[in-house]
C-alpha cells in the first residue's frame, strides 16, 4: 500500500515540475494572466495561457525571444494550427480563443520542440501585448 502511494505521489510530481519548468519561460512583468491547464492530463497534455502585458520591453528584451520575420509566421501558424487539433480532439475548444490573423511579421516568438506531437510555443503580440503559451505532449 505504501509503495502505490509513493509511486502515486511521485508521478504527481514528476508532472508538476514538468508544468513549472516550461512555465518559468514566462517573463514577469504580466499584468492579467488566463492559463487552461489539461487537468486529466499526465502524459499526455496540452496546455494554453495568455499573459497581457502593460510594458512590451519585458518579453522584447528577453533574450529567449526572437523577431519575426516574414518566412518565420508561417511555422508559428502550423504550431498554433496543430494545438487546435490537439484542443478539439480532448473538446476543450471553449478555453481556447487565439485567431492566427494577429501572427505578424516583427512580433515575437520561443519555439521548443521536439516534433509537432511535442512542443512548447510562446507568441507575443506585439498589437495587443498578449502572449501566448501552448504547450502540447502527446
Given at each position: 500500500?505504501?509503495?502505490?502511494?509513493?509511486?502515486t505521489?511521485l508521478g504527481a510530481?514528476?508532472?508538476l515540475?514538468?508544468?513549472?519548468?516550461?512555465?518559468?519561460?514566462?517573463p514577469?512583468?504580466?499584468?492579467?494572466?488566463?492559463?487552461?491547464?489539461?487537468?486529466d492530463g499526465?502524459?499526455?497534455?496540452?496546455?494554453?495561457?495568455?499573459y497581457?502585458?502593460a510594458?512590451a520591453?519585458?518579453?522584447q528584451n528577453?533574450p529567449?525571444?526572437q523577431?519575426l520575420?516574414q518566412e518565420q509566421?508561417?511555422?508559428?501558424?502550423d504550431?498554433f494550427?496543430k494545438f487546435?487539433?490537439?484542443?478539439?480532439a480532448?473538446?476543450?475548444?471553449?478555453?481556447?480563443?487565439?485567431s492566427?490573423?494577429c501572427?505578424?511579421?516583427?512580433d515575437?516568438?520561443?519555439?521548443k520542440s521536439?516534433?509537432?506531437e511535442n512542443?512548447t510555443?510562446l507568441f507575443?503580440?506585439?498589437?495587443s501585448?498578449v502572449?501566448?503559451?501552448i504547450h502540447?505532449?502527446?
Amino acid at each position: 500500500m505504501k509503495k502505490i502511494l509513493l509511486a502515486t505521489l511521485l508521478g504527481a510530481l514528476i508532472v508538476l515540475c514538468s508544468a513549472c519548468a516550461n512555465q518559468s519561460d514566462i517573463p514577469r512583468g504580466y499584468v492579467q494572466k488566463e492559463e487552461h491547464f489539461d487537468e486529466d492530463g499526465f502524459q499526455d497534455y496540452v496546455d494554453y495561457c495568455k499573459y497581457t502585458y502593460a510594458d512590451a520591453s519585458k518579453v522584447q528584451n528577453s533574450p529567449q525571444f526572437q523577431k519575426l520575420t516574414q518566412e518565420q509566421v508561417e511555422d508559428i501558424e502550423d504550431y498554433f494550427e496543430k494545438f487546435k487539433e490537439f484542443i478539439e480532439a480532448e473538446k476543450r475548444s471553449d478555453e481556447y480563443d487565439f485567431s492566427p490573423l494577429c501572427i505578424n511579421e516583427g512580433d515575437y516568438a520561443y519555439i521548443k520542440s521536439k516534433d509537432f506531437e511535442n512542443f512548447t510555443v510562446l507568441f507575443f503580440d506585439t498589437q495587443s501585448n498578449v502572449l501566448y503559451y501552448i504547450h502540447a505532449n502527446i
